[in-house]
Every structure is written in C-alpha cells, then in structure tokens.
C-alpha cells in the first residue's frame, strides 16, 4: 500500500542517463542516449515533490527542462503525477497509481502523434543512490505495451 512518503528516495539531487525511442509509437525506431541532471525537492511533509530535470545543449532533443508534480491523495492512497516540459509548456495528463513491494506502477490516458495512449510509468529499482523509471504506451486497451522511455538514476559522487 502507498504511503505520503513513497518517493522520499527522491528527494535530493541526481544523475539520469536516458534511453529513449525516437519514436514512441514505432517498436522498431531507433534508441537515443542522452545525459540530465535531476533536483527533487518534498513539500506537505512527503505528500507532495515536485522536481526538475535538466537536459544540457547537446544534439538533435537536448536542451530543454522538465518538470513533475507529485501529489498523494490520502483518501485514495493513491499517488498523481503529473509531468510537463519546457519544450511544450503544457501539464500533460496525470498517471496515478500506487507502491506495491517496492515497485511503483501509475497509470493514464493521454494521445501521442493524434493516436490515444494508455500510458504507464514503473519506479524500480529503487535504492540509496539508484533508481529506475520508464514509460511505456498501448494502444490496444494495455493488451501489449511499448517501452519508449527509461531513466537510469544514480546519485552524483561527491567530489
């Protein structure tokens, strides 16, 4: 069951290396690699984080910033997260969802490229200094789902 502090872990400054489809939609497009940094702060005393990833100025889909807004809802025990990104400036749908043995899974309805998307979001691996998040879409009512996004998290070393 999902508590105010499920994303506790994080709050606090992090690396991300970034694997996306160049096409979300197409099982056979090509993965780019990209790095970001990523800032997490908790507010409402962990009901709530926002955060904001950095993508640095380098190649074809770098150079932007994105933003998300988690909020638990204690009637649900359910968690809204709710993802924007300077390139659009728009609050995209939000996905909710819950923890369950230390794997988060979130869910919503959003359209990519015209086309209606279920859309899913898995926290895993979730530890001290690492953390796993990645998007998939279906487009057949969840019957198959297409991994087009993952975020591999780990805490900056000191210097």
Same mark, same amino acid.
């Not at 939000?94 to 230390?102: E, K, M, T």
């Not at 859309?119 to 898995?122: F, I, L, S, W």
């Given at each position: 069951m999902s508590t105010p502090h499920d994303f506790d872990f994080l709050v606090g400054e992090w690396n991300i290396a970034n694997r996306r489809r160049t096409d979300f939609l197409d099982?056979?497009?090509?993965?780019?690699? *990209?790095p970001a940094t990523h800032r997490c702060w908790s507010l409402f005393d962990g009901a709530a984080n926002i955060d904001e990833m950095d993508?640095?100025?380098q190649g074809r889909a770098q150079g932007w910033k994105g933003l998300t807004?988690?909020? *638990?809802?204690?009637d649900t025990d359910q968690w809204a997260l709710n993802w924007s990104s300077s390139r659009s400036g728009r609050l995209f749908p939000?996905?909710? %969802? !819950? *923890?369950?043995? %230390?794997r988060g899974e979130f869910y919503g309805d959003d359209t990519h490229d015209g086309k209606d998307v279920r859309?899913?979001?898995?926290w895993s691996g979730i530890s001290e200094s690492t953390a796993r998040?990645? !998007?998939a879409f279906s487009v057949d009512g969840e019957k198959t789902w297409l991994t087009n996004w993952i975020m591999e998290f780990t805490v900056p070393k000191a210097s």
């Open positions: 099982p056979d497009s090509a993965w780019e690699e *990209f993508v640095p100025a807004l988690r909020l *638990f809802d204690r939000p996905v909710i %969802g !819950q *923890f369950a043995d %230390g859309v899913r979001y898995v998040w990645e !998007q």
